[in-house]
C-alpha cells in the first residue's frame, strides 16, 4: 500500500447534474479563491484567501462546498482537478505546501477501495481525479458530509473551510422486517417536510503574515500573563490595512485556540440566517467540519432592545451575551448522531459537537422575537473555552402553544398515520405509534442493528497519546507515529468485533471510517458510567450515548471507551483517526485493512 499517485481520467469542470436515474455528479476544482471574512473584533471584513473547493453552486469566496444531496441506491460522482500551485522543494521540506488532497465521504456506507471512498491516494497539483460512490439500496438516510483528508494536508485544508455536506435523502417506509427513514415522520399536516437548515460548523483560522513572515499579532508563549493557562484565548491575531488573510503552516503556531478566531457557519462567521417562522418545528442538520474548539450549543432568546450583535465587537460580545442572551435555554429534541437515526427522540438544552459530529435536531422558536446561538453555554472549569455568539435567528409570527414537546409527539404521530395508511400496513402502523407514544422510541427507524456480546469474534485496542519534549510535541496511536507504509489492523470481512478506546493526553475525537459503531460503554478510571445522568461520574458531554450507533466518539483523557462494529459488506483498506486535524496530520492515525478469510483461504488451498 502507501500513498499512489491518482490517474487520470477525462472530464469537464462545470456544474452539478443529477440523471434521470437520479445518480448526482459534481466537478470541483482545487483552487486558491479570495474573499472576506467578518472579524468580529474590528466589525470589519478581514480579505482572506483560501484554497477552496469551486464548482456546483460554489463560487470562489464561499469558503464552503455545496450541500450534495443523493438518495439511496444512486451513485455519486465527484470530479476533482486540482488546480493549486505545484509546491517549491522548500516547501516540501518545511511541510508548508498542503496542495497535494483527495476527498473523504466522513460517514458514508461505502467501499474504501478503487476510486470509491479511498483516501489512501493523493492528488497532486495538476492532476484529476474522479471519484464515485456507490450508495446501496439500504444505506441509512442521514447527514454527512465531505473533505479533503490528504496526510498531512488536512489541517490546512479542512481548516480553510474544503467542507460540505453530504445528505442521503429518505422516503423509505418501515416494515415488520426492514426499518424505514425517519423523514417520513417529519412532516407537517399537509405532508411537507419541516423547514430544514444545513449548518457546517468552521473553524477557518486564516493569518495575516508580517514582513518576517511570522502571524500578526500572535502572542508568543512568553508572552502569556501568568496564572492564565497558554491554550485559552489571550489576544486575537491581527491584520494591517492591506495584508490578506491565508493559512500556511500547520506547526503549533497556527493553533486555532490561540488565534482568536470564531467559528463560523456555512462559510461565513456569524452570518444573517434566513428568519424562523414562531412555533413551527425546524429539522437542524448540524455538522462540526471545525479543526479543533467543540461547539456546545444551546438557544435562548435574545433580550429586546438589545443591540445587534454586527455593532458589539469581539472584546465586548462576552458581556453582550451574559446580558442579553437571557431565560432558560430553549428545548431540542435530538433525532439522530453522525447521520445514524437514535433508538429515540432524545429531549436536550444542548447540542454538543466535536471535531467530526454532527447532530440532527427538531428546533422551534416559541415566539416572536430575536433568539441568540450561544456557543461553549456550558464550559468546563478547568478548561473553558470563550463564550461566543455563533449567530442571532430572528423569528417572525406569533406565540405558539406552551406544551412543544406534546405538539411534537402529536405531530410525528400524525405524519406516521398519514404515511403508513394502507390497510396492509396496520401492523407496523400501530407499532410505529404505540414507540411514539412511549418515550418517542424511533425502533423502526434504526438501520444498524445492534451488535451483541455472542456476536463479538475479537477485541483491538487503540490508546491514544501526545509524548511532549521541550521543543515539539508527538501524535501517537498504541504508542507510535502513523506509518503510511504499516499496515496496523487486519479486519476480517464478516465479523464482529469490540474496539477498546482511550486517550492518555488530551482529548480527541476518534472516527473510525467505512463502517460506523455502536458505543457499548463510557466509563472513568474507577468504572463508572458517564454516560448515565444517575451517575455521579455523569458527564453531560456523553448524555444519550450508550446503545447508540456513531463514526465518530470524543475521548476525554482517562475515560474507557468500548464500542462494537461490524466489518461488513467492504472489503480495502483505510483508517482510524482524530479527527482534530493537526493530530491526524502528525501521527494519530492507524491504517485498517478488511481482509475476506474465505477468499485468502481459497488462494492458499491453491497455492
Ligand atoms: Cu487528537
Known amino acids: ?133 456507490r450508495i446501496s439500496s439500504d444505506h441509512p438516510a442521514g447527514t454527512f458530509w465531505y ?16 467542507a460540505g455536506a453530504l ?99 456555512n462559510g461565513k462567521v456569524q452570518p444573517r440566517l434566513q428568519p424562523a417562522r414562531a412555533g413551527r418545528f425546524e429539522r437542524w442538520r448540524l455538522i462540526h467540519g471545525g479543526t479543533r474548539e467543540p461547539v456546545k450549543m444551546q438557544l435562548r432568546a435574545l433580550a429586546a432592545g438589545a443591540p445587534d450583535l454586527h455593532m458589539v465587537k469581539g472584546a465586548d460580545q462576552e458581556k453582550w451575551i451574559a446580558n442579553h442572551c437571557v431565560g432558560e435555554p430553549l428545548p431540542m429534541w435530538q433525532l439522530a448522531m453522525d447521520g445514524l437515526t437514535r433508538s429515540s427522540v432524545r429531549r436536550t438544552d444542548t447540542a454538543v459537537l466535536f471535531p467530526g459530529d454532527r447532530v440532527d435536531l427538531l428546533a422551534r422558536f416559541p415566539a416572536a422575537g430575536r433568539y441568540c446561538l450561544v456557543q461553549n453555554a456550558t464550559r468546563a472549569a478547568a478548561n473553558p473555552q470563550p463564550l461566543r455568539a455563533l449567530t442571532v435567528i430572528e423569528a417572525t409570527g406569533s406565540a405558539a402553544d406552551t406544551d412543544a414537546e406534546g405538539q411534537l409527539r402529536s405531530a410525528l404521530v400524525g405524519a406516521a398515520e398519514r404515511a403508513l395508511s394502507a390497510k396492509s400496513e396496520a401492523p ?68 464482529a468485533e469490540e474496539w477498546r478506546v482511550m486517550s492518555l493526553l488530551g482529548v480527541h475525537p476518534l472516527h473510525m471510517h467505512v463502517n460506523p459503531f455502536q458505543i457499548v460503554s463510557i466509563r472513568n478510571g474507577r468504572g463508572d458510567d458517564v454516560t448515565d445522568p444517575k451517575s455521579p461520574a455523569f458527564d453531560p458531554d456523553y448524555a444519550g450515548l ?43 492515525m492507524l491504517n485498517l485493512r478488511i481482509f475476506d478469510p474465505r477468499a485468502a483461504a481459497t488462494a492458499h488451498t491453491a497455492h
Open 167 to 265: 445528505i442521503v435523502t429518505g422516503n423509505r417506509k418501515p416494515t415488520s422486517t426492514t426499518p424505514g427513514d425517519v423523514d417520513i415522520l417529519l412532516k407537517d399536516e399537509r405532508g411537507r417536510p419541516f423547514p430544514e437548515r444545513v449548518m457546517l460548523f468552521q473553524q477557518i483560522q486564516y493569518g495575516c503574515l508580517d514582513d518576517k513572515g511570522k502571524i500578526e499579532g500572535r502572542m508568543q508563549k512568553e508572552q502569556v500573563a501568568p496564572g492564565i493557562k497558554e491554550d485559552v484565548y489571550v489576544r486575537p491575531w491581527t491584520c494591517a490595512p492591506g495584508r490578506v488573510g491565508r493559512i500556511e503552516g500547520d506547526d503549533h503556531d497556527w493553533d486555532w485556540t490561540f488565534s482568536g478566531r470564531f467559528t463560523g457557519i
Open 428 to 495: 407496523i402502523r400501530e407499532k410505529v405509534i404505540a414507540d411514539l407514544r412511549d418515550g418517542m422510541k424511533l425502533a423502526s427507524f434504526v438501520w444498524h442493528k445492534p451488535i451483541a456480546e455472542e456476536e463479538v469474534a475479537g477485541y483491538r485496542e487503540a490508546v491514544l497519546n501526545i509524548l511532549e519534549t521541550p521543543k515539539q510535541a508527538f501524535f501517537h496511536i498504541n504508542g507510535r507515529p502513523y506509518d503510511h507504509r504499516r499496515m496496523d489492523h487486519l479486519l476480517p470481512l464478516g465479523s
Open 546 to 588: 450508550k446503545n447508540e450507533w456513531k463514526d465518530t466518539i470524543l475521548l476525554k483523557q482517562d475515560l474507557r471507551v468500548a464500542f462494537r462494529t461490524r466489518y461488513e459488506r467492504f472489503t480495502g483498506d483505510f483508517v482510524t483517526h482524530c479527527h482534530i486535524m493537526f493530530h491526524g496530520d502528525h501521527g494519530m
Open 147 to 162: 473533505h479533503p483528508h490528504r496526510h498531512g494536508s488536512g489541517f490546512v485544508q479542512v481548516g480553510s473551510g474544503m
Open 1 to 133: 500500500m502507501g500513498l499512489t499517485t491518482a490517474i487520470l481520467p477525462a472530464l469537464m469542470a462545470g456544474a452539478a447534474t443529477t440523471s434521470s436515474a437520479g445518480d448526482v455528479s459534481y466537478s470541483f476544482e482545487i483552487a486558491r479563491a479570495k474573499g472576506a471574512l467578518y472579524n468580529p473584533w474590528t466589525g470589519a471584513d478581514d480579505p482572506v484567501e483560501l484554497r477552496s473547493f469551486v464548482g456546483g453552486d460554489a463560487k470562489p469566496g464561499d469558503f464552503v462546498a455545496p450541500t450534495i444531496r443523493i438518495a439511496p441506491g444512486r451513485t455519486l460522482t465527484i470530479d476533482l482537478d486540482n488546480r493549486l500551485e505545484a509546491c517549491t522543494p522548500e516547501q516540501i521540506e518545511k511541510h508548508t505546501c498542503a496542495n497535494d488532497t483527495n476527498l473523504h465521504t466522513h460517514g458514508l456506507w461505502v467501499s474504501p477501495s478503487g476510486n470509491s471512498d479511498n483516501v489512501l491516494i493523493s492528488i497532486p497539483p495538476g492532476e484529476r481525479f474522479r471519484y464515485q460512490y
